[in-house]
């Protein structure tokens, strides 16, 4: 299986933005649905955005308005756009396919929003 590589988290004041991108090389274009997941210290993984080949995106309810997720299948890459971020949104950030399975999980990027 392949393993995305997953870059872009950081830390960043409440009210920030920052944009993860996610490589998985030869693979992207193949999965119908990607999606972008999150795991907070103590709590489950949860999916935050996804996106259909074709484009069609949907989104947690905590992050609607703010966070948009886009791909390039040419690229083969997959994007998180954060903006107005808040501290209940510091988790680790993963992107995987949806149902999960295409791909095992990477290692996640780390994003952090101090207050």
């Known amino acids: 299986q392949v393993q995305p590589v997953e870059s872009g988290g950081g830390l960043v004041q409440a009210g920030g933005s920052l944009r993860l991108a996610c490589a998985a090389s030869g693979s992207i274009f193949s999965v119908n649905v990607m999606a972008w997941y999150r795991q907070a210290p103590g709590k489950q993984r949860e999916l935050v955005a996804s996106?259909?080949?074709?484009?069609?995106?949907d989104y947690a309810d905590s992050v609607k308005g703010r966070f948009t997720i886009s791909r390039d299948n040419l690229k083969n890459a997959v994007y998180l756009q954060m903006n107005s971020l808040k501290p209940e949104d510091t988790a680790v950030y993963y992107c995987?396919?949806?149902?999960?399975?295409?791909?095992?999980w990477g290692q996640g990027t780390q994003v952090t929003v101090s207050s």
């Open positions: 996106i259909t080949r074709r484009g069609l995106t």
């Open positions: 995987n396919s949806v149902p999960i399975g295409y791909f095992t």
